[in-house]
């Protein structure tokens, strides 16, 4: 009844509305399958592909044993490399002649998936996504051939100055906790992993009661709430052991790691903020003015703009389940390198000494706000915001509260939020290149975490 | 590659993205057709369009393509030059990207820095790119706003005029992107060179970001020469795809792009050629910063515009040898033969002349490079003398009619098709039917292709290029193994690295 409800209502909804705004951002329908699994779900019959995500939450890297790093990612590369009858190559050609895009993912706090297909594919689609969450084979041919090819893609990151200082930013920020260690695995631990560790994690991370599921396009509430049970009905339940929360380890402290390049890379973090936080709109409003826009942004203008001393500088929020921080990143020529963190340093200042301006609260509000359909133009894109909203534990409304939320922020909000947030002796600051006027607090000899 | 004008966020995601495009792109739409040549035989008009564009012509010239999209009440606005980093003066390298910056520096009505903060105040996103054959210029925003930013856009095609003091910071701002892009990594910089030698006196050799030391050098001046000569109507494409119709746009563009001047001024597109060369080129590049070995072939084939029909059986080929983990190489070298932990290969129709077909593999822990080489070979020698199957073929050409259904779920995806194909010499019919004309293609003329292109025992005007990027370390084994007809070596200078942008999916810092 709630169902056929909810379909009359989608249909009005998506006669399209042209050159005016829309009522609602969103129109996200939660269904249910017979077997009580939930989904969010977007209804779009103009392009016939069908875009299904999913996560389980908290079964991601933060839980790989430090002898066994990069866990999880093989678990995500190997999954869709057989299962059930069909062996590796078998299963790679049904997805590929039936142009089904069947992807896994692990970052630090979830484990996840995506389907993508065409709707005259589905049901094969939704079986193949079903045998590889259910009887995935990992047969040691594709598992020696992942875990090989990990091991090149983290050799061939060694030469890539940013990937080095991401993972000395991890190293430094996060010390002591899992978050620091390498989610994408080390050279000897991916060694280590066999097909074993790949089973018990299937076993034990991957249930019903830690899953959420968005889907977005041509399909019905009807047609969904039965594929639920069909992909997902027979998963059993998990205990999962979280990771403690965190906080910003190393405040305060410069590292550098020294390389022969031109250019210094400089990655830094700071403790930030929840999304679910009542402050975060507000937060949201500070970064934008202060590093987040781009163009027009307080960093860009003084970094880049004024001065041309980086191609792009910008801030933004670090979401994790366990730590929540506020980061700025950007590179410059060497020689530059103290200056660039002065400006930033005083950039600091200023927003905590002088409330933004009317102007700028204006243009950031009027961006936040505006800027959100943008988002919501492909299948794929929809559903992914369906699955982060849920993700976070978030409203189904929550795309409308958060118009009203960055509405309602004033100036001193932004100051208030700005004061709670904002402290530039908390950064750890990583350097990677041959930066000149610095001092370090600590030097890296080598990456940790790597080989 | 492509340049842009800012990263989004971080910048190898950026490109990364733009990848992405040029990746749908190119699935979707060879985007090239060889419009004006003979091969008249190709330009079918079979099977469904693709996007059901609407095209309008202004009296001035300016070419429109409108893509309706009625899902979200949003749009995106490009504009596309027909010119780019291969239209260059001698010496002056980097001028068509520098030109790109400025184009945000301020014009006749607009401040330095305005235009991207106006798109943003109205909840918009701005960004430009610029290509050996094209530049672009776009924007995505609410329906509401395009009449804004069409103004906007056609205020700077004829009215730049930025103050002297952005001319020289913002010199300074494409300096540090080619650090970062380029220099920070021996991956950036091999790239350059392996096209610096396929591309022998033509100026798809020299790199859209320039060269270092020619970059220092640009003036206003040589912004300007530049802008006068080749921006105009009558060298641009308007392209809005999303939530209007044809008959919105073409009212709006009248009025606000009709107004401008033709500009009579504008040259025919002319480069010069490379002569035959007689070497086999082999491109070694050795880094004590590399830890995995890298081997790329690239051999010269021609471009959409050049020869659709070619292009078309190209794109089969690349399909069948290098379409992911069921391809021949993948399955070859990397699942069978373990020398290898990835290979592939790819194929750009989208260019205006000659373009590049390219053979990668990363070698396995204790493989040479050279044994790789051979199996390359290996695999070419097997498509050149049996050719493809019924079953590969039939498998290919449903994979990529599937992918032309993808490239609609995008508002900008579509829009950057057009843009591609139109400034590189193709036609709206050669986006729109291109899954047709993919049906044509036959095995004999996917054989036949790879037998005048890709056959390792062929004599070609144009050899390919085979490149390795090791580690110091490796050096003596290497070295004494290479064949030495001519071998380009790049020493590592002693401030050298770099980083590419296309190890996006390393970045494991980003949830």
Known sequence: ?451 | MIYGLFPARKPSKFIFMIRLFILIVFMITPLQAYAQTEVKADSSTQGEKVFNAETFKLDNGLEIVVIPNHRTPVVTHMVWYKVGGADEMQGKSGIAHFMEHLMFKGSDGLASGEFSKTVKKLGGNDNAFTGQDYTAYFQSIAVEHLEKVMTMEAGRMRGMNPPLQEVESERKVILEERRQRTDNDPRGRFGEQMNAALYVNHPYGTPVIGWFHEMEQLSWDDAKTFYDKWYGPNNAVLIVSGDVTGAQVHELAKKIYGPLARVDSIPVRSRTISPPLYAQTKVLQRHPAIRQAVIQRNYRVPSYRQNAKDSLALQVIEEIMGGGATSRFYKSLVIEQKLATGAGMSYRADSWDDTTLSVHATPAPGKHPEEIERAIEQELRKLVSEGITAEELQDSKTRMQAAAIYARDSLSGPAMAFGHALATGSSVDDVEYWPGRIEEVTAEQAQDVARRFLDPDGKYDHPPVTGYLLPSAEKEVALENMVQDEVVEIEPAANDNTEDGQSANTKEATP
């Open chain 1, 1 to 451: 009844m709630r169902l056929a409800l909810l379909i009359i209502f989608s249909v009005l909804l998506i006669a399209p509305a042209p050159l005016h705004a829309r009522d609602k951002v969103l129109d996200i329908q939660e269904v249910t399958s017979p077997g009580g699994i939930k989904a969010w779900l977007v209804e779009d019959h103009s392009i016939p592909v069908i875009a299904l995500k999913f996560s389980f939450k908290g079964a991601g890297a933060a839980l790989d044993p430090a002898s066994k790093q990069g866990l999880s990612r093989i678990v995500s590369n190997t999954l869709d490399e057989g299962a059930g009858d069909l062996d590796s190559q078998s299963f790679q050609k049904e997805l590929r002649d039936l142009s089904i895009g069947l992807h896994f993912g692990s970052g630090r706090d979830n484990f996840g998936g995506n389907l993508k297909t065409l709707t005259r594919n589905k049901d094969r689609a939704f079986e193949l996504m079903h045998l590889a969450l259910t009887k995935p084979r990992f047969d040691p041919e594709p598992v020696g051939r992942m875990i090989a090819s990990n091991q090149s893609r983290i050799r061939s990151s060694l030469s890539d100055p940013d990937w080095m200082a991401v993972r000395l930013l991890n190293d430094m920020a996060f010390e002591g906790h899992p978050y620091a260690l390498n989610s994408g695995g080390t050279l000897s631990t991916l060694q280590s992993i066999t097909s074993i560790d790949l089973d018990n994690f299937v076993k034990f991370r991957l249930g019903k009661n830690n899953l959420i599921i968005s889907a977005a396009g041509d399909i019905t509430p009807e047609e969904l709430a039965t594929t639920l049970d069909t992909i997902f009905g027979e998963l059993p339940q998990v205990a999962l052991q979280p990771a403690p929360n965190l906080e910003t380890q190393n405040q305060g402290k410069t590292a550098v790691y020294e390389r022969d390049i031109p250019q210094t890379v400089i990655e830094m973090i700071q403790p930030g903020i929840a999304r679910t936080d009542p402050d975060f709109h507000t937060a949201q409003i500070m970064n934008y003015v202060l590093g987040g826009s781009g163009f027009g942004s307080r960093l860009m203008e003084e970094v880049r703009e004024k001065r041309g001393l980086a191609y792009g500088i910008y801030s933004g929020f670090y979401l994790s389940d366990h730590f929540k921080g506020f980061s700025v990143s950007t590179a410059t020529a060497n020689a530059n390198t103290k200056h660039v963190l002065d400006i930033i340093k005083a950039e600091w200042s200023k927003m905590l000494n002088k409330p933004v301006s009317q102007e700028e609260i204006d243009n950031a509000k009027s961006y936040l706000i505006g800027s959100l359909p943008l988002s919501l133009t492909s299948t794929d894109s929809i559903a992914s915001i369906l699955l982060s909203l849920q993700g976070d534990g978030l409203p189904i409304d929550y795309l409308e509260q958060r118009e009203n939320g960055i509405k309602a922020a004033s100036i001193e909000d932004v100051t208030r939020v700005t004061k709670r947030i904002l402290d530039p002796e908390k950064f750890v600051t990583i350097l990677v290149g041959k930066p000149e006027g610095v001092t370090a607090s600590k030097t890296y000899e080598t990456l940790p975490n790597v080989e």
